[in-house]
């Protein structure tokens, strides 16, 4: 489900976004595809698991880390973008589809955390706990850029989508450090967020 949203939500909101002129949606998007390719890996691991197979780790740390690079590509372009939309004053469209596209995920998001959580806790995987912490994140994603593309709708602040696309940044280069440790598809206690937590897979249950 996470990557099947994630592929309807970033191809809508790359389109409106570049429609819209607006570097916020447009990264929103960026990273919801990449954020398919990061649930693609987690599904691999988590497959290979239930079956009982051997997992390639050097493989998925070569993903992993390709993964992070394109996250830490994404932040480096919305901020470019943004510090030249900030100084060259440039105004977005109003996109509606955007906005309504973000409201939906604001919902969406929690919700599809909240049933990874309890099947996670059910089976007691390490991995689908992680997973469900990363969306948890998406949530929030969806909630900064909601409130970018309302704010300017609203109040017509064209300094408004480029912050928002440096708050995206900022979720980008956290979600890339963490593809770029392994946490994504490893250890879920670092990537819920305890410091100093070791990065090494471990496929033990809790």
């Not at 390639?56 to 943004?82: H, N, P, S």
């Not at 963490?178 to 819920?192: I, V, Y």
Request: glycine share 12%; hydrophobic share 50%; proline share 2%.
């Amino acid at each position: 489900m996470t990557i099947a949203y994630n592929v309807g939500e970033g191809s809508i909101a790359v389109g409106a976004g570049v429609l819209a002129g607006s570097i916020a949606l447009a990264g929103f998007g960026f990273d919801s595809w990449i954020e398919v390719a990061a649930a693609t890996v987690v599904l691999s691991r988590l497959r290979a698991e239930v079956r009982g197979g051997e997992v390639d780790e050097a493989k998925q740390r070569r993903a992993l880390r390709f993964i992070a690079i394109t996250f830490f590509a994404l932040a480096a372009y919305l901020l470019v973008e943004g510090v030249r939309d900030l100084v060259a004053g440039d105004r977005p469209q109003i996109s509606v589809i955007g906005i309504a596209l973000t409201a939906t995920s604001i919902v969406v998001m929690p919700l599809l955390a909240r049933a990874k959580r309890k099947v996670g806790e059910k089976i007691g995987s390490r991995l689908v706990l992680a997973d469900a912490a990363e969306t948890r994140l998406c949530a929030w994603l969806s909630l900064s850029t909601f409130a970018g593309l309302a704010g300017y709708a609203i109040a017509g602040w064209t300094w408004i989508d480029p912050v928002a696309g440096f708050a995206i940044a900022a979720f980008a280069l956290m979600e890339g450090k963490e593809a770029w440790q392994g946490e994504l598809a490893c250890d879920g206690e670092a990537t819920m967020g305890s410091p100093g937590t070791s990065s090494g897979c471990d496929n033990s249950h809790p």
